[in-house]
């Protein structure tokens, strides 16, 4: 299932495009893509920026788990689930993840799934930069 998968965890600026023309295909009539964007409010406090560190061995590792596991659950063709690590600022892209389906509602729905599953299992960590400090948001995936 490799081929149909494209994974990536880089500090270089993610791009939409690369992920889309990596899922496109003529079979396939739909395509879904869930982008991430930093912004610049949480909880009612002004966010500065955002720093994403990973165990990079082993979210690759879960990130294919999943991109595998909607491949095989949802009637898809292909997927991209790229991630962002390092520092990031307000408008920038942390994630995208692109699907490609004969039909639309498959795309959408393992769309939902690999973005709500990496949220869940993937060891990447946020912290939110703030003017008056920094927070952790999640200790642990």
């Known amino acids: 299932m490799i081929e149909n998968t494209s994974i990536l965890i880089t500090s270089q600026k993610l791009n939409l495009q690369d992920c889309y023309d990596f899922v496109q295909d003529a079979s396939c009539g739909g ?3 869930f982008v991430g964007t930093v912004r610049n409010k949480t909880q009612d406090k002004s966010v500065i920026l955002l720093d994403f560190s990973t165990y990079k061995p082993m979210a690759i590792k879960e ?17 991209a689930i790229h991630h962002a690590e390092g520092e990031l600022k307000i408008g920038d892209i942390p994630v995208i993840i692109s699907v490609s389906s004969p039909h639309r509602k498959a ?9 709500d599953t990496l949220k869940e299992t993937v060891p990447i960590w946020k912290k939110e930069h703030f003017e008056d400090g920094e927070v952790w948001v999640n200790t642990h995936p």
């Open 31 to 33: 395509i879904a893509q």
């Open 63 to 79: 990130m294919q788990k999943i991109a595998n596991k909607a491949l095989a659950d949802f009637d898809i063709l292909k997927i």
């Open 107 to 115: 795309a959408f729905e393992a769309c939902q799934f690999a973005i």
